[in-house]
């Protein structure tokens, strides 16, 4: 019986292990992931972490990249472009398989080579063309120069996991034109966990947000979480820093904030405001903290008192009602009189 596999393609450049792209030792701050390593190639003043490049449109841009292999054997790789996006689940800084669609720096750059084999312990540099159509949008397109390991290599047991890794160098690009920073809160939504027995345990709850880029450059974003109780209270005040590092153009991440020792009982409101340089933005929602157990108490003991209440009204009401006429009595129709007979 054949063993069942799964194939992932493990961007390791720019997720999971590398996360982000400075790394100790040299060479400059390179994409690594203990195979191999991905870089720009350094200027003669300094080394440069990652591609950071600017060009108007119809503007066509040349560079290199170079490829450190790390290992005792010769490595064939897989090289492309591709585009950039942020993961939904934390906001990572991630990129486009080979096989999805490419509308920015992945459709626009094409490396001059799109196989190359590295030696061990050795180098190889491979020059690329970045072409900047017409009609290109102003503002900021990130993406990465890929080097990709072909190969799946699978592991053991019942379950044989097929890998594919490969390493990526960050392209930062941006387009002569507007830059209109922008960033939108939305969706915000409260969740509470009471305590099963009211007065013991701790009330938890969980706010929940959507963050957008909604103009073209890539932003630093700053949150700002703010709760209020009944008549204007301040039940929390606090500076988020579960972010991503940066949210790029176009791109929306789904956040949430735990909020140890909720209020038990109360009612207000909570706030998000969300700013980067050159703009702020804020959005809200509404909460109830009741303690269940407490509220379903009440609600029996209000339905208790009302029961008798609704029989005492209805009762006074059966009392104080007016008795209904009697019918008039039936009358027995007479019989119409003949008129007398005309006499000669």
């Known amino acids: 019986m054949r063993k069942p596999s799964a194939l992932l393609l493990s961007l390791l450049g720019l997720l999971g292990v590398l996360g982000g792209l400075a790394l100790p030792a040299a060479p400059a701050h390179a994409a690594d992931n203990g195979s191999w390593s991905v870089y720009p190639v350094s200027s003669q003043s300094a080394a440069r972490p990652y591609f950071t490049l600017w060009a108007d449109p119809g503007q066509t841009i040349e560079d290199r990249v170079v490829v450190a292999n790390k290992t005792a054997r010769p490595l064939t790789l897989r090289m492309y472009a591709a585009d950039a996006y942020n993961t939904v689940r934390d906001g990572g800084f991630a990129v486009r398989t080979l096989q999805e669609r490419m509308r920015g720096v992945g459709a626009w750059a094409r490396p001059a080579v799109s196989r190359i084999t590295v030696p061990a312990r050795g180098k190889a540099t491979v020059p690329f063309t970045l072409k900047v159509p017409e009609g290109a949008e102003p503002g900021d397109h990130p993406g990465a120069l890929v080097a990709l390991d072909e190969r799946v290599e699978r592991g053991a047991g019942s379950l044989a996991l097929g890998v594919r890794q490969a390493v990526a160098a960050r392209v930062y690009l941006r387009v002569g034109g507007p830059a209109v920073p922008a960033i939108a809160v939305e969706d915000v939504r409260l969740s509470h966990r009471q305590p099963l027995v009211p007065g013991f345990g701790t009330a938890e709850a969980t706010v929940s947000y959507t963050l957008r880029n909604t103009g073209n450059v890539t932003l630093d974003p700053k949150v700002e979480l703010r709760a209020r109780g009944l008549f204007g209270r301040t039940l929390l005040d606090r500076d988020l820093t579960r972010l991503p590092a940066e ?8 956040l949430t904030e735990p909020w140890h020792g909720a209020p038990r009982l109360d009612w207000g409101d909570v706030t998000l405001t969300a700013s980067a340089e050159n703009t702020r933005e804020s959005a809200g929602a509404s909460f109830l903290a009741l303690p269940w157990a ?13 029961v008798p209440l609704v029989r005492a009204r209805r009762a006074r009401a059966r009392r104080s009602a007016p008795e209904p006429p009697s019918p008039p009595p039936a009358t027995t129709p007479s019989r119409p009189r003949s008129s007398p007979s005309a006499r000669p």
């Open 247 to 254: 949210l790029l153009p176009g791109q929306r991440v789904r």
């Open 294 to 306: 407490a509220a379903l108490v009440l609600l029996a003991l209000l339905v208790a008192g009302a």
